[in-house]
């Protein structure tokens, strides 16, 4: 049985920033592209079953910077859906909604037919990704290449928890975790490595 790598992508102009990034589809930074690079000792070592990244650039350009290869486009990997919110930072949508949680409230509709994402939905995209999980583990490691908030859901769920419950697991760009089992049971076994 293989291991869960989970790869946040590299530094955007927006993660910086705090800017809500679901499908504005920002180039890695000059650092985040360094942190990608980085990331391939870690990477190097290991054999892959299944190797999935994100539709969007970032996580593809990660992906290759990282040494990743064969890596297939599941675009249930997707980041959150933030519809009004993209682009919107944390601190300015509580001068409109000071109460306003992204794990308990989702976000609202936003233009060109973005509808925006409960923690619900995103625990049900996160589901589907760890059913193709699980059906390659048996043959190795599985390695996934993509976003914050949607890595947090999905760890969230492998661990038996509540799509919500990813608040609990801060997640820096530019980093490999990785989720294993013990006694039966999914653990996380390292959180935000980086070389």
Same mark, same amino acid.
């Given at each position: 049985?293989?291991?869960? =790598? ?50 969007? %650039? ?5 992906? /290759?910077?990282?040494?990743?290869? #064969? ?14 919110? /993209? ?14 949680? =992204? ?8 233009? #060109? ?6 923690? /619900? ?18 043959? %190795? ?9 949607? =890595? ?18 801060? =997640?820096?760009? %530019? ?21």
């Amino acid at each position: 049985m293989g291991d869960l =790598l989970l790869v946040r992508h590299g530094e955007t102009e927006w993660s910086v920033s705090g800017q809500h990034t679901s499908f504005t589809d920002l180039p890695l930074t000059e650092h985040g592209e360094g942190q990608a690079k980085s990331l391939a000792p870690l990477l190097s070592q290991r054999t892959y079953a299944l190797a999935l990244t994100s539709p969007l %650039g970032r996580a593809i350009r990660t992906a /290759e910077l990282a040494g990743i290869t #064969g890596a297939v486009v599941d675009p249930d990997l997707h980041e959150w859906d933030y519809g009004a919110y /993209e682009g919107v930072t944390t601190v300015e949508i509580h001068r409109t909604r000071p109460g306003w949680d =992204l794990w308990t409230d989702g976000v609202p509709p936003g233009p #060109g037919g973005r509808p925006g994402e409960s923690p /619900e939905q995103i625990g049900r995209r996160a589901d589907r990704v760890l059913s193709r999980v699980d059906a390659a583990l048996p043959d %190795g490691d599985v390695i996934l290449v993509a976003h914050g908030h949607f =890595l947090r859901v999905l760890t969230a769920r492998r661990l038996g928890l509540a799509p919500a419950d990813g608040r609990l697991f801060q =997640l820096a760009t %530019g980093t490999v975790s990785r989720l294993s089992t013990e006694h039966g049971r999914p653990v996380i076994a390292e959180w935000n490595t980086r070389p």
